[in-house]
Nanobody
Framework: VQLQASGGGLVQAGDSLRLSCTASGCTVSDSTMGWFRQAPGKEREFVAAIRASVTYHADSVKGRFTISRDNVKNTVYLQMTSLKPEDMAVYYC??????????????????WGQGTQVTVSS
C-alpha cells in the first residue's frame, strides 16, 4: 500500500487549502482513512477520519476542516478553511484495513503517507 499526500504549501491566516491523499494497493472506500498532523516538537495528532459514510473531526478543526473521499479517484481530501498559525504542521494521511473505534490513534493505522507541509503565516 502506498499513500501519496500532496497539496501543502504556504498560506496566510484565514486562507484555505485542500490536501489530497491518493492510495494505491488499497481501496479508500473499504478502508479507514485518516489525516494526522505533527508540529515541530509535538506529537502527531489526529485531525480527521472517514470510514464508510461516516466522518470524524478533531474538536480543534471542527467547522473549519472537512474530510471527504472520491472513490473513482481512490483519493481522500482534507479541505481546510480559516487556517490559523496553530494549524501549521506536517500533515500525514494514513490508512487502515480495519474498522475500529480507535480511528483517532496513530496505532490504529498500518499505512502512512510521506507527509505534506502546511505553513500558515500570521
Amino acid at each position: 500500500v502506498q499513500l501519496q499526500a500532496s497539496g501543502g504549501g504556504l498560506v496566510q491566516a484565514g486562507d484555505s487549502l485542500r490536501l489530497s491523499c491518493t492510495a494505491s494497493g488499497c481501496t479508500v472506500s473499504d478502508s479507514t482513512m485518516g489525516w494526522f498532523r505533527q508540529a515541530p516538537g509535538k506529537e502527531r495528532e489526529f485531525v480527521a477520519a472517514i470510514r464508510a459514510s461516516v466522518t470524524y473531526h478533531a474538536d480543534s478543526v471542527k467547522g473549519r476542516f472537512t474530510i471527504s473521499r472520491d472513490n473513482v479517484k481512490n483519493t481522500v481530501y482534507l479541505q481546510m478553511t480559516s487556517l490559523k498559525p496553530e494549524d501549521m504542521a506536517v500533515y500525514y494521511c494514513a490508512a487502515s484495513r480495519y474498522y475500529s473505534g480507535s480511528y483517532s490513534y496513530t496505532s490504529a493505522y498500518e499505512f502512512w503517507g510521506q507527509g505534506t507541509q502546511v505553513t500558515v503565516s500570521s
